[in-house]
């Protein structure tokens, strides 16, 4: 395709999408703030875990990350300047009950209320997501999310968050991504805090499934009229080949990445047709639990970066399936070697939509990690802006189809610390400059920047 019909293509506007359609940057705590022992701070599991050998990409930790603690004052007005007027961050559990349970700590607190005020004063709304992957460590050493427990310990958390900033915050997200930090965290061992296997899969999925629900309760309680959602990772899957064996292990792989916990929210249960090992959750339910794993949520979050080639598969256990990787499939890829696929967003928000009782939609994360590289001060990231543009446009066709979808937010303001991967992959639309904290808006910054500039909000 010509150079000029490739931009025609991807040419869009912001008022194609509406005017009450919220345009905003996703971040969070333990990948921005650092600050890890400041005022208080008890530490969390991403602590320890940055902490042991071999586990980060060249032993990086979030200790200081984007000194977003000490830099959010200019992070916002530069956000402003950007007129980004919706601002996700997470609250870091440890940083406000440093034990996780028991005594506040007032300081930890102040900073989200001098966090969220500056917010207001700035014309930024805040969604605050309640539980991004940093649970206390004093936790974890009762067993984290494999220890029913803690069910109680995040209704105390969750109900000082919103006595402490409901009055000002309208928009929460329970958790972010539940699958991935029960996956990561308790079945592959490769996030914090490391624990591997069934034994602590199995019950991690029900208890954060439970709190999903039991913590948005809280917050309708206190406040009937806030807006109340929680965050699912999802990937379009598709099977390698038309043959039976590879469509019914996509199906499987759809049902663990796509399904497990957003049907129990809405009633159905866990998808135990098509994951058979879910049988063995029984285990860990209750009496009850079936109702009290549903609430009917304001709005469903759905992050969506890519889509799975799968392929049926004996040697792997429980699944019998795997995927296909973009780089042997030689498609294009960014740097987290996740293939670049924008009807993969299409798709996804059709999956959801399709659900009858989601009610609205916000894309809550979407975005992509290049190398960057600064030529005379400054970074040209094409790609980038060419990824956001390519996924925005499969957004907009879902909304002209009629589609429940309500806004996008772009994962992330800055470059930050990328979990596993370290700070290797940039995923910013404002470079950060690590050892002076210098940041630089990339030509994506400008992009989105000139693209939301016509209207205010
Ligand atoms: C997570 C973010 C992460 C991003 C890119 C999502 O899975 O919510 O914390 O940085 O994707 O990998």
Redo the contacts with the bound molecule.
């Keep these: 395709m010509v150079k000029e019909e490739q931009e025609k293509k991807l040419s869009l506007k912001r008022e194609d999408f509406g005017k009450d359609f919220k345009w905003g940057v996703s971040t969070?705590a333990y990948?921005i703030e650092g600050s890890h022992q400041a005022d208080g701070k008890g530490p969390s599991i991403w602590d320890i875990f940055t902490a042991k050998r071999g586990k980060i990409y060249q032993a990086h930790n979030g200790n200081i990350a984007c000194d977003f603690y000490n830099k959010y004052e200019e992070d916002l007005y530069l956000m402003k300047d950007l007129n980004i007027h919706n601002f996700r961050f997470s609250i870091s559990w440890s940083r406000v009950i440093p034990a996780g349970v028991g005594v506040p700590n007032p300081e930890g607190i102040d900073f989200y209320n001098k966090l969220i005020d500056k917010c207001l004063a700035l014309d930024i709304e805040p969604w605050v997501t309640l539980y991004?992957w940093d649970l206390p460590a004093a936790l974890e050493q009762k067993g984290g999310w494999t220890n029913r427990e803690i069910i109680s310990w995040f209704k105390d958390y969750v109900t000082l968050c919103v006595q402490c900033f409901g009055d000002r915050v309208k928009n929460w997200m329970v958790l972010?991504?539940p699958l991935?930090f029960v996956g990561a965290g308790y079945f592959l061992g490769v996030h914090a805090p490391g624990k591997r296997g069934m034994k602590n899969f199995l019950p991690a999925i029900h208890h954060a499934a439970l709190c999903q629900a039991e913590g948005a309760r809280i917050i309708k309680q206190y406040y009937p009229l806030a807006k109340v959602g929680t965050t699912f990772?999802c990937s379009f899957i598709e099977p390698s080949r038309p043959i039976q064996k590879d469509i019914m292990a996509a199906q499987r792989i759809d049902a663990l990445v796509n399904r497990l916990f957003i049907e129990p929210a809405l009633g159905m249960g866990y998808p135990v047709e098509d994951l058979k090992f879910l049988k063995k959750m029984e285990k860990y339910q209750l009496p009850g639990d079936k109702a009290l794993l549903q609430f009917d949520f304001d709005f469903i979050g759905v992050?969506n970066y890519t889509r799975e080639i799968i392929k049926h598969s004996w040697f792997v256990p429980y699944i019998k399936a795997r995927n296909i990787k973009a780089e042997k499939r030689k498609v294009p890829i960014t740097a987290?070697k996740w293939e670049i696929y924008p009807d993969s967003i299409y798709q996804m928000l059709k999956k959801f939509n399709s659900y009858k009782k989601v009610r609205d939609i916000y894309v809550t994360?979407n975005g992509a990690a290049f190398k960057d590289i600064i030529e005379d001060g400054r970074i040209n990231d094409k790609r980038r802006t060419n990824y956001l543009k390519g996924y925005l446009k499969a957004v907009l066709q879902a909304k002209k189809e009629g589609m429940n979808v309500k806004g996008y937010f772009v994962?992330s303001f800055t470059d930050n610390f990328?979990?596993a991967e370290g700070f290797r992959p940039r995923?910013g639309l404002v470079h950060v400059d690590y050892q002076t904290q210098k940041r630089t808006i990339k030509a994506s910054g400008k992009w989105y920047s000139n693209f939301l500039r016509n209207q205010v909000k």
Excluded: D, K, L
Aim: charged residues 20%.
């Design positions: 969070a990948q991004h972010n991504e991935v990772s992050q987290m994360e994962w990328e979990w995923f």
